[in-house]
């Protein structure tokens, strides 16, 4: 994706060309040291360095979890506009992290569902408001 050759990866890495192209062929496994100075150089997610799942550089963990968010603050959103409540930004985005995090312990990514069910919502806009 930089398009750097081989010598000029391996320079930016800090390694041997040799052993550089040990790493793209598969020959050594990645260490940590490694897959942090290519985050830190490129900006590359290291799972994805290791799953290589998606063309952007970031894993689809990533993709599920923005996705996620998405869905939760439009549904918050959503809630806030039909219950004609007045919730200042700062308790919307309160409410939002809330459920988020919910999400993220009690929910399997993978499960594409519609966002969380408007009694909880508005369980949690009680709390924050």
């Known amino acids: 994706m930089a398009r750097l050759s ?9 390694i041997s060309r040799s052993a550089y192209q040990n790493y793209e062929r598969g020959q050594r ?3 940590a040291q490694l897959l942090l100075k290519v985050y830190e ?3 590359v997610d290291p799972l994805w360095m290791l799953e290589g799942d998606t063309e ?3 894993n689809r963990r990533h993709e599920q979890i923005a996705s996620a968010n998405r869905k939760i603050g439009i549904a ?5 506009i039909e219950r004609g409540l007045t919730v200042t930004p700062e308790k919307k985005w309160d409410a939002i992290d809330f459920l988020f995090d ?3 312990n009690t929910e399997s990514l993978a499960n594409e569902g519609e966002g969380p ?3 909880r919502i508005d ?3 009680r709390l924050v408001s």
């Open 6 to 14: 081989q010598e000029e990866m391996s320079q930016k890495l800090g």
């Open 29 to 31: 496994d990645l260490t």
């Open 41 to 43: 150089e490129f900006d």
């Open 56 to 58: 952007d550089g970031k």
């Open 76 to 80: 918050v959103e959503h809630r806030i």
């Open 102 to 104: 919910e999400f993220l």
């Open 117 to 119: 069910d408007t009694t």
């Open 123 to 125: 369980s949690v806009l």
